[in-house]
C-alpha cells in the first residue's frame, strides 16, 4: 500500500475484555514498531520488529500487551483484559531498514469503559 | 524519567512571523534527532531531521538546529502560515530503532 494501514480506527470496548488491533506495514519496510500515545501526552514507544530478530519488547507496559507480526509484514498488538488505563490512540509506523525516518498511520483509538 | 522534553505546551504565532519551537534532551547518547507535525485524528508526519555530527539542517521554510553542549534542539519555520497550526513533536534516536518523544508543541498560526 501507499501508506502505513491501521484497523479499526476507532474501537470501545468494556473492561476485562481482549482486543486486537492490526497494523498494515509500508511494503518492503522491514522495520514495524508500536507506540501509544495517551491524553496529552508524546508518544511512549511499545515495541520494535527488525526482520527476523527477536523484537525489542522494553516499551511494553505489562505482560497483558503482546504483539507479533507475521510474514515479516502484519503486525498485530493484543491487550488482554484491558484496563482504563489502557484508552489511548495506539499508532504503529514502519521504515526500511537502517533507516532514521519511521512513517506512521493513523492510529486506533481505543476506549475502554 | 522523560528523556526528550519540550516545555512549551502550546504556542500562538502571526501569519508571516517566525516560529521557534524547542526541545530539550538528557541523553548525550542520541544520534539522531527528527521534528514530526501531527494533524488532528492522524498521524505524525515526518518533518525535518538532523544527525548528532550537524548542528543545522535545512529545508525550505523549516530549519532544525542543534546545540549539543546545551543538549537542546530548536525548530525554526519561516514565514509561518496557518497550514502550520498542528502539534510539533520532537524525537531522538539512540541506536537501535526506537524513538523518544517529547510531549509535543501545539503551535496555532494566526492569519
Known amino acids: 500500500g501507499a501508506g502505513v494501514s491501521q484497523s479499526p480506527s476507532n474501537k470501545v470496548t468494556e473492561k476485562g475484555k481482549d482486543v486486537e488491533l492490526r497494523c498494515d506495514p509500508i511494503s518492503g519496510h522491514t522495520a514495524l514498531y508500536w507506540y501509544r500515545q495517551s491524553l496529552g501526552q508524546g508518544l511512549e514507544f511499545l515495541i520494535y520488529f527488525q526482520g527476523n530478530s527477536a523484537p525489542d519488547k522494553s516499551g511494553l507496559p505489562s505482560d497483558r500487551f503482546s504483539a507479533e507480526r507475521t510474514g515479516g509484514s502484519v503486525s498485530t498488538l493484543t491487550i488482554q483484559r484491558t484496563q482504563q488505563e489502557d484508552s489511548a490512540v495506539y499508532l504503529c509506523?514502519?521504515?526500511?531498514?537502517?533507516?532514521?525516518?519511521?512513517?506512521f498511520g493513523a492510529g486506533t483509538r481505543l476506549s475502554v469503559l | 524519567d522523560q528523556q526528550v522534553k519540550q516545555n512549551s505546551p502550546s504556542l500562538s504565532v502571526q501569519e508571516g512571523r517566525i516560529s521557534i519551537l524547542n526541545c530539550d534532551y538528557t541523553?548525550?547518547?542520541?544520534?539522531?534527532f527528527l521534528w514530526y507535525k501531527k494533524y488532528p485524528a492522524e498521524g505524525p508526519t515526518f518533518l525535518i531531521s538532523?544527525?548528532?555530527?550537524?548542528d543545522k539542517n535545512e529545508d525550505g521554510r523549516f530549519t532544525v538546529f542543534l546545540n549539543k553542549s546545551a543538549k537542546h534542539l530548536s525548530l525554526h519555520i519561516v514565514p509561518s502560515q496557518p497550514g502550520d497550526s498542528a502539534v510539533y513533536f520532537c524525537?531522538?534516536?539512540?541506536?537501535?530503532?526506537?524513538?523518544?518523544f517529547g510531549q509535543g508543541t501545539e503551535l496555532s498560526v494566526k492569519p
Open positions: 524525537a531522538a534516536k539512540l541506536g537501535g530503532g526506537k524513538l523518544i
Open positions: 541523553n548525550s547518547m542520541f544520534d539522531y
Open positions: 509506523a514502519s521504515s526500511l531498514v537502517g533507516r532514521n525516518i519511521q512513517y
Open positions: 538532523i544527525s548528532s555530527i550537524k
